[in-house]
């Protein structure tokens, strides 16, 4: 059956039943949207402040293929399988975008006997997270033009604006747009453009933010543009935007309880994407199920060099957050794709192949080692054509590399099929105090913080850029010195060149852009030609996705 078959037929429980039986949280602390979703109550987080913490453990993955790599699929089967060995775990994911849902991947809500369920609902619109970021952040780009019309008191340069407009949709050609079209009474003629929802800075900010008051003051410190000077910033807060927006955003800060398909509780809440902004669940979710159970398992988007660097040193630099263990996720077809297989040959055996490609692999794992400091376990997502040939080459590859290697079958078997792969991290994670290492060290300027990111973990012999983009990090420098960074890169190589696969090493990285996030508190570089609103493919998977004259939906997967 395909994924989302598997997803109707689950036997769900009503959610309010099993937060109480599970974790003892009462109805009334709980906003259900239907029977199988519900929001908790901020009053009810903040309530456990003072419960000791879990152990957190980090999925992440080898550099993305067309073939698959099953992290999320993973951190839900890894989830059930603690459950099943008797240890309590919550899993925290990203909440899919209606981007990639209706673009190239389709559904992101886990795969085979290992999902999250109602599968069709958090894939499409959920508990309207998205929709109250996107239109938050839509509200202050609608005060911008409105102040500018009206007099433009705060003298905003209007060819300084650098706040867009978001949608949460692949639509290329919103890139680039021209607004006040029409004569005076429709505003300024200026350029502007869209990203997609999961790049706002909104996003980042609901993602990061530990309180409604947080909330509401990182909203009024986003700087939208610079004033005729070309040097003194213009804040929401200049606008009186941030009280406005935290109102519509008075939900979505709450974190959604949803199930697995055996029926264990699952925190999904925030989905900024990896490749073009932080890739990481909300901090309040993951502190929240850390409060709640003895383990947590949590996914950070894409490779170990995008969500999982992101993790470490933006979200766990701010929150304070230490995990205890990573899983490094991979399959035998995306690695042979990395030893040169097409797309249409990997269901065949091919163990030079698959040799050649474990070289991406082994930097990833170097990466979490050495330069996240923490123990990693390799997990093969086992594919029913992998060979046992395969298989035992990988295993080997792993033992010389001195990492721990288990072969998963979450996919077909749920839980119980990653049983050896949970005790394997129960027994690393009960005996390590939690903690890591960063890539690069606060006091570090700008450039170098983006310089360590591409030498250290990409391979990089360094980076470049023009003359604007290094005279706008040095003057950011003085004031943002101290942030974080965000590298903005295709997900599919360790170069910015997405048909580069394996580890290649020596390449230049070029910074092409940089933004100022300064309510997210981290600074957005843009690497090579990283767009932040991607296109639809030839054949989207829109084309796929229908439903019935019974409300039944198919081709989500």
Known sequence: MSDIEIAQQ?????????????????????????HYKAKLSLEYVNSLTDRQDGKLILVTAISPTPAGEGKTTTTVGLGDAMNRIGKKTIICLREPSLGPC????????GGGYAQVVPMEDINLHFTGDFHAIGVAHNLLSALIDNHINHGNALDIDPRRIQWKRVVDMNDRALRNIVVGMGGAANGYLREDGYDIVVASEVMAILCLATSRADLKERLGRIVIGYKSDKVTPVYASDLNAQGSMAALLKDAIKPNLVQTLENNIAIIHGGPFANIAHGCNTVTATKTALKLADYVVTEAGFGADLGAEKFIDIKCRMSGLKPSAVVLVATARALKYHGGVAKEALNTENLAALAQGFENLERHYQNITQHYGLPCVVSINHFTFDSDAEITLLQQ???DLGASCMVSRHWANGGAGAEDLAKELVNI??????????????NLNLWSKIEAIATKLYGAAGITANAAVKAQLAAWDVDYGKFPVCVAKTQMSFSTNPGVKGAPSGHIVEIRDVRLANGAGFIVAIAGDMMTMPGLPKVPAAERIDIDDDGKITGLF
């Open 102 to 109: 209706f673009g190239v991947k389709g559904g992101a809500a």
């Open 10 to 34: 689950a036997t769900m429980r009503p959610i309010i039943g099993l937060a109480k039986e599970h974790y003892g949280i009462e109805a009334e602390h709980l906003d259900p949207y239907g």
């Open 397 to 399: 590859r792993c033992a």
């Open 429 to 442: 994670v009960d005996n390590r105090e939690p903690g890591c290492s960063y890539v690069y060290e606060e």
